[in-house]
């Protein structure tokens, strides 16, 4: 359609390409495989797909290190592949949205070859963030920031000079104060829009813009590079995360994508709380964030109520449209992770192989889909990540020997990485691979997949993937507004609120089975006990 608007209120899902469906049996996924699984998606009910990175990759970081970013990886496919997947796409109504990860290139960018070559002082290198080391031979880094993924965010090259790179060595950050690169980049969202493209998702969206002034300020403990610190600066005068000037880009950018009919969409992915959040998601910026409190809060019908309301708040003050996601390719899967108690170290639960503690799969399922039922229930946008619809949980137990993750190298072996959601997907009971391809694939799965495949839940009354069709056969029905009021006088532990089309949703987070509200039950998450809702569940009435 050509609703300007139809990003709003959307379904998007996220395909992870290399762990999607591999068509030519390399054992990595590629676009024709997502092609022919098009009418999956489309009979899942979802109104777009996100494309994560299948650009031309050395896969330092799973293809967040773009080495070319207006090509196909050529493992992936071609242009000419990419072109068939938009058009069969939108042949079945789907919107596609690319990735776009401008804070950095892959070191085999040919920018940053030529920068290598041409040496400390010239323009190529000026297109990075090159600088001169400290120490009487310029041995000792320029600052002591610190990589997101481990260690010193400087690397040193042949002949003295270092490099900036916020997340691995194989990315290093682009300098946005260069005029060269703002030219490309709206090049690329041209490139991509004029083939077709709905929309972009912005990868670390606030890290762009950066007080490159002379003499870089160091930190002061390490520690304080991690986005969590910001809080440690006043609003917008850290030295490279959420710094006012970063929104003059997506103002640029906002002028691009309204030059297209219908104005192409965009989200940004900024790990950094409300309200600085929304101001990404101003109508004459990128439209939308993603909203990572609502990832990020325990399962607690308080704390969700907290972070829903004040979402919805903020993204109205800021004319956005909220948005909601519980999994994607940097967490763990929700069907695992709503079961950590809060403060669970997560990265020691993964070391420990996903025992400590121990996660009923059973139980983390039947809480996930409680959760995937509220989130689909809230007004704005709902994000779900390939392979939740089958309700996969986390593969918590990779043999650190197969982890590509740089994080886990980058930090010494001490943090696991992200390798446990981006395992290939199971489309059959059996077969190489379960249906992915036809040999096996790029990280083991687990026997246990057989079970969560498509083939094991289609047409399955009860599966998650059936539950899923109808959440989202019911939503695109009822949705239309974008708010929400809350039921007051609710026991402790439920959350219960209607949506003005004259529905209801409920939630029980106790551990005890409560009374429905009135109305006609539409949907539960789990069968009801006794008439009554049990724990862990979500129902939709009608009233
Ligand atoms: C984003 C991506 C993540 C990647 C990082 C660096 O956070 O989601 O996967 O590692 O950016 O590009």
Redesign the pocket.
């Known amino acids: 359609s050509r609703n300007p608007d139809w990003w709003r209120q959307a379904v998007v899902y996220q395909v992870y390409p290399r762990s999607f469906a591999d068509a030519d049996g390399d054992g990595l996924g590629d676009l024709p495989g997502i092609t022919a699984r098009l009418t999956h998606l489309a009979a899942l009910g979802v109104d777009a797909l996100w494309l994560s990175p299948f650009y031309p990759s050395e896969l330092a970081?799973?293809g967040?290190d773009v080495a070319d970013p207006r090509d196909v990886d050529p493992r992936l496919g071609t242009l000419d592949d990419f072109d068939a997947l938009v058009a069969e796409a939108h042949r079945l109504g789907l919107k596609v949205i690319v990735d776009i990860?401008p804070?950095?290139t892959s070191h085999q960018h040919v920018w940053f070859q030529e920068a290598l070559r041409a040496g400390p002082g010239s323009a190529a290198r000026d297109r990075y963030v090159f600088r001169d080391g400290r120490g009487a031979r310029g041995e000792l880094p320029p600052t002591d920031w610190q990589s997101l993924f481990g260690g010193s965010a400087w690397q040193r090259v042949p002949d003295g000079q270092w490099y900036l790179h916020l997340?691995a060595p194989e990315?290093p950050d682009l300098n946005w104060d260069n005029p060269e690169v703002r030219a490309d980049f709206r090049t690329t969202l041209r490139f991509w829009a004029d083939r077709g493209v709905d929309g972009f998702r912005i990868?670390?969206a606030h890290a762009l813009a950066k007080d490159l002034s002379e003499p870089l300020r160091d930190l002061g403990a390490p520690e304080l590079s991690r986005e969590e610190a910001l809080a440690e600066f006043a609003p917008g005068t850290h030295p490279f995360f959420d710094r006012d000037e970063v929104h003059e880009i997506y103002r640029d950018w906002r002028k691009i994508f309204d030059s297209y009919s219908p104005p192409r969409a965009a989200v940004a992915?900024a790990?950094i709380p409300d309200p600085r959040r929304a101001l990404y998601a101003r109508p004459d910026e990128l439209g939308q964030a993603f909203n990572f409190e609502y990832l990020q809060a325990p399962w607690d019908a308080d704390a969700l109520r907290t972070v829903i309301t004040d979402t919805l708040a903020t993204a109205r003050g800021a004319g956005a449209s909220a948005t909601w996601v519980l999994s994607?390719?940097?967490v763990v899967r929700h069907a695992s992770r709503l079961m950590l108690p809060p403060g669970t170290d997560e990265n020691a639960w993964l070391l420990s192989g996903g025992h400590a503690p121990a996660v009923d799969p059973e139980a983390g399922l039947r809480r996930a889909r409680a959760a995937t039922q509220l989130m689909l229930a809230l007004p704005g946008s709902a994000y779900v990540y390939q392979g939740e619809e089958l309700g996969l949980p986390e593969v918590a137990d990779l043999p650190t020997e197969v982890l590509q993750d740089p994080v886990w190298e980058q930090t010494g072996r001490v943090r696991k990485g992200?390798d446990g959601c981006r395992v290939p997907l199971p489309w059959t009971r059996t077969g190489p691979s379960y249906g992915f391809g036809a040999s096996g694939s790029w990280l083991p799965q687990p026997p246990g997949f057989a079970a969560y495949s498509v083939g094991a839940q289609d047409g399955v009354e009860g599966s998650t993937l059936e539950f899923y069709r109808a959440a989202l056969r019911l939503r695109r029905k009822l949705t239309t507004d974008e708010t929400l009021t809350w039921a007051q006088d609710t026991p402790p532990g439920v959350l219960q609120f209607d949506r003005s089309e004259g529905w209801r949703c409920v939630t029980n987070l106790s551990d005890a089975p409560v009374d429905l509200p009135a109305g006609e039950v539409l949907l539960t998450s789990a069968p009801l006990e006794d008439g009554r809702l049990g724990p862990d569940t979500t129902a939709w009435l009608s009233v």
């Open positions: 970081d799973g967040y990860v804070n950095h997340f990315q990868d670390v992915e790990w994607n390719h940097d992200r």
